[in-house]
C-alpha cells in the first residue's frame, strides 16, 4: 500500500465535526460558514449522542446554500474498550433511536456528577453549578468530560483542556468514572432500523484504549451491517490506517476522513481530514435522509 493511499483526500467533505450542542465551542452556524470558507465540498454534523443541532446547522446550510450532512456520533464500549460510532442520515423520529440517545445522555450526565462530586473533594470550586456554566445549549447538549476540563480551566485550575484531559478528567486519573453505553454493534443495528448509515470512528487510535478493537470485533460490526471505517484521523497513525484501509477494502466499505473538529476545544482543525465525493455519495445511498444540497 502507497503512502499516497494511506493520505487523506485533498478535496471533499469533512464529515466529522463536532459544535455547542455537545462538547465543541461553536455554533452549527459557524461550522457552515468556516467549511464554506474553506472551500470544502459539505460538512457533516456530528455531535454526540444527540441530534439537537441539526435544525440549527440546516438552517445555516440553507441560508448559506452550503452542502450538509446529518449525524451524530455515539458512544458505545465492548471488552472494556470504548467505540464511537457515526450515524448519519437516520429517522430522527425512530423510537428505538431515539430511546438509546435518552439512556446515554442520562448516563453520561449521572457520570459527570460522580466525577465532579470526585474532584470537588480536592478541588472545591468544581461544581455541578461551575460545569453547567460551560454547557454552551442548556439542556439540549450531551454533557461530557469537555465540560468539567471547561470548568478547570474557568478555575485556573488547568491552562487549557489539553491539560485538563491529561491531568485531572484523564480516564486513568481517580476522578475518572467509565460511562455505561451500548456495544457497537447494538448501536450498528439500531442506527441501521433507523435508515441510516454507519461508520466507525478513530478505531486506530492507540491515545483512546489501552487496547484497539481487533480485526475479529470489526469483522462482528460489519455482519451487523457495517457501512464504512473512518481511515483518515489524526489518531490514526500509518500502520493503523494501512489495518483499516485494507479491513475497508476487503469488505467493500466507505472509506471516511474527518477532522473531529470542536473550534477550540480541540487543536484539530476544520478539513484537516476528508472524506471524497464519491464515499460520501456511497455513504448516503439508501438511507433515510438525503444529504442536504441547497
Not at 143 to 152: E, S, T
Not at 249 to 257: D, E
Request: charged residues 25%; glycine residues 10%; aromatic residues 6%.
Amino acid at each position: 500500500m502507497s503512502d499516497d493511499e494511506l493520505k487523506s483526500p485533498t478535496s471533499g467533505w469533512d464529515i466529522h465535526c463536532h459544535t455547542r450542542f455537545s462538547d465543541g465551542t461553536e455554533s452549527p452556524a459557524t461550522l457552515v460558514s468556516q467549511g464554506k470558507a474553506l472551500g470544502l465540498h459539505g460538512v457533516g454534523i456530528a455531535d454526540h449522542d444527540t441530534w439537537n443541532g441539526w435544525p440549527e446547522a440546516e438552517a445555516a446550510a440553507k441560508e448559506q446554500r452550503f452542502p450538509l450532512i446529518r449525524g451524530t456520533e455515539i458512544t458505545s464500549s465492548v471488552d472494556h474498550t470504548s467505540v464511537h460510532v457515526l450515524g448519519f442520515l437516520y429517522d430522527p423520529a425512530n423510537e428505538g433511536l431515539a430511546a438509546m440517545f435518552r439512556r446515554t445522555r442520562e448516563a453520561r450526565e449521572d457520570r459527570v456528577r460522580e466525577m465532579v462530586e470526585r474532584i470537588s473533594r480536592d478541588y472545591p470550586q468544581i461544581t455541578w453549578e461551575a460545569v453547567q456554566r460551560q454547557i454552551g445549549e442548556g439542556n439540549q447538549t450531551t454533557v461530557g468530560r469537555p465540560h468539567i476540563a471547561d470548568a478547570l480551566v474557568a478555575a485556573g485550575i488547568c491552562s487549557d483542556r489539553e491539560e485538563a484531559f491529561s491531568t485531572v478528567v484523564s480516564s486513568r486519573s481517580k476522578y475518572y468514572v467509565p460511562v455505561p453505553s451500548p456495544t457497537p454493534a447494538e448501536v450498528t443495528q439500531t442506527v441501521k432500523k433507523a435508515g441510516g448509515a454507519v461508520v466507525v470512528a478513530h478505531v486506530g487510535d492507540r491515545s483512546r484504549n489501552k487496547r484497539l478493537l481487533p480485526d475479529e470485533r470489526l469483522e462482528e460490526l460489519i455482519d451487523a451491517g457495517l457501512d464504512g471505517i473512518e481511515v483518515y484521523h489524526r489518531g490514526n497513525l500509518p500502520d493503523q490506517r494501512e489495518r483499516l484501509l485494507g479491513i475497508a477494502r476487503r469488505h467493500h466499505l466507505v472509506v471516511t476522513g474527518g477532522s473531529d473538529w470542536h473550534g477550540k476545544g480541540k487543536p484539530n482543525p476544520l478539513g484537516e481530514n476528508l472524506t471524497s465525493d464519491e464515499m460520501v455519495r456511497r455513504l448516503a445511498e439508501g438511507c433515510y435522509l438525503p444529504i442536504l444540497r441547497p
